[in-house]
């Protein structure tokens, strides 16, 4: 069964640092793997995903993601963090049988410091 | 890319009443998924309902409890049936349609429909 791992239920940053956002997947096949953020009170939002055509993936808001096969990883990163990126955070795969039935991780909440 | 609204955005109910959720959009799409994130956690998908056909529900999921109308291509509703305070959660309707600039699909999500069961 697929299955996405996130390793930090919660993510503290200082305003201008790095942003690590880590996911670790489990699947028997090649996976498509995504992250979504969800704002306060709004909606999911598509950050990125992978589709196996380049391994580094660029997103919006300066995200990007590096799919590593032989790490079975998918971490989300992000040079300098900024007071708006605060958020929840999840990674999320497909499993085989669909392209469209996505399959959530435990969620990362962000945290900005200013 | 598609636009989804979802009614009521919020609601308090009593235990073993029921609460219809609306999920409409701007474009016409064939894919909807209902989802249930339950305080805390995370996104769980319960039923995928495709216009045309019987909405299809995961493991854990029944129609009598989570009973789905598909009528058209741009409306879906979900009611939660008999409901406990277990059911409190925010209900989030999602459709597939082409991405912003993209190539391929994505799947685009509503604001959801936080329920409160008293």
């Known amino acids: 069964a697929q299955s996405v791992t996130q390793l930090d239920s919660h993510v503290s940053v200082s305003e201008g640092t790095p942003v690590l956002l880590r996911c670790n997947y489990s699947s028997s096949y090649s996976p498509s793997l995504f992250w979504y953020v969800q704002h306060p009170n709004k909606g999911l939002q598509l950050l990125l995903k992978?589709?196996?055509?380049?391994?580094l993936v660029k997103g919006i808001n300066g995200f990007e993601a590096e799919f590593k096969k032989s790490e079975t990883s998918f971490h989300l990163t992000k040079p300098s963090a900024h007071m708006s990126d605060a958020a929840e955070y999840f990674c999320v795969v497909t499993p085989m049988d669909s392209s469209y039935k996505l399959i959530f991780g435990s969620g990362t909440r962000l945290l900005v410091r200013p | 890319s598609a636009v989804i609204s979802q009614k009521p955005s919020r609601d308090i109910c009593q235990r073993g009443t029921s609460l219809t959720i609306q999920c409409q959009v701007d474009?016409?799409?064939?894919?909807m998924f209902w989802y249930r994130q339950q305080p805390g956690q995370s996104l769980t998908l319960i039923a995928t309902a495709n216009q045309g056909s019987e909405a299809t529900y995961e493991s854990g999921f029944v129609i009598d409890k989570f009973p789905i109308s598909r009528p058209n291509l741009t409306f879906s509703t979900l009611t939660v049936s008999n409901m406990s305070p277990e059911d409190s959660s925010i209900y989030l309707c999602?459709?597939?349609?082409?991405?912003?600039?993209?190539?391929?699909?994505?799947?685009?999500f509503g604001p959801g429909t936080r329920l409160t069961v008293l």
């Open positions: 474009s016409q799409v064939t894919m």
């Open positions: 992978y589709t196996s055509a380049a391994t």
């Open positions: 999602s459709v597939v349609a082409s991405g912003r600039g993209s190539s391929y699909n994505e799947q685009f």
